[in-house]
């Protein structure tokens, strides 16, 4: 069962709108993903935040921005969106630095076609 | 800096065959390896795991070795059947430092009747 939830899980949007996608986990982890992943499957690191009011950039540039208020929750935001945001997004928690022994926990991905 | 290489998919195989799919990995230290399966339309579970040398990670029919000397943690089932058709990504995490997972790029597994 899901722990880490992403909505919505499908959105088709016109260019030049404004989104939002939403990330939510319940197990109190500090640190929190966001991958891009292109049709070809790779994933890519375009956000990354190790706790409240902490965000970093991934290595891949992205345009969208990110924003940790509370440690629950880390959403996307796309100012203008175009075709070329057209991908799957998934968001990821993990548990506290110093073992990376537990991975992280994904969320089931938002798919957003921009037209 | 930290990288996966596995095999280049896609892999068909029928259904009760042998399984291998292939990883290596670069790390400067020594890293927490994993496989993660993604079954269509859906995110990334978590599907075995090792995190120190010779470990052996297991789960649902599937088992990796982490075999430092090679630096590989090679994918293996023994009989897969038709719902184990997925993208499989080997990972890794490099213990104590930004704690990122590293990704390869994915092994497409079609696993037909």
């Known amino acids: 069962e899901a722990d880490i939830y992403q909505t919505p899980r499908y959105l088709v949007i016109g260019t030049g709108k404004k989104i939002t996608l939403e990330c939510s986990q319940t197990m109190g982890h500090d640190k929190m993903y966001w991958y891009q992943q292109d049709p070809g499957m790779e994933l890519h690191l375009i956000h990354y935040s190790y706790g409240v009011n902490s965000t970093e950039k991934g290595d891949l540039s992205s345009e969208s921005t990110v924003s940790r208020i509370r440690t629950e929750h880390f959403p996307l935001t796309l100012e203008s969106a175009r075709p070329s945001h057209t991908s799957q997004y998934l968001c990821?928690?993990?548990?506290?630095?110093?073992?990376?022994?537990?991975?992280?926990?994904f969320g089931s991905g938002t798919r957003l076609t921009v037209v | 800096g930290d990288s996966v290489t596995q095999m280049e998919g896609p892999v068909t195989l029928s259904e009760e065959a042998f399984l291998t799919i292939n990883c290596t990995y670069t790390?400067?230290?020594?890293?927490?390896l994993f496989w993660y399966v993604q079954y269509p339309g859906e995110g990334l579970q978590l599907l075995l795991k090792a995190t120190k040398a010779d470990d052996k990670g297991s789960n649902k029919g599937f088992e990796a070795t982490y075999r430092k000397e090679t630096t590989s943690f090679h994918l293996e089932k023994g009989s897969v059947q038709v719902s184990d058709s997925a993208v499989y990504f080997c990972a890794l995490v490099e213990k104590g430092g930004s704690e990122k997972l590293v990704f390869g790029k994915g092994t497409k597994l079609t696993v037909n009747p």
């Open positions: 790390a400067t230290g020594y890293p927490s």
């Open positions: 990821a928690s993990s548990e506290s630095p110093g073992t990376g022994s537990y991975g992280y926990t």
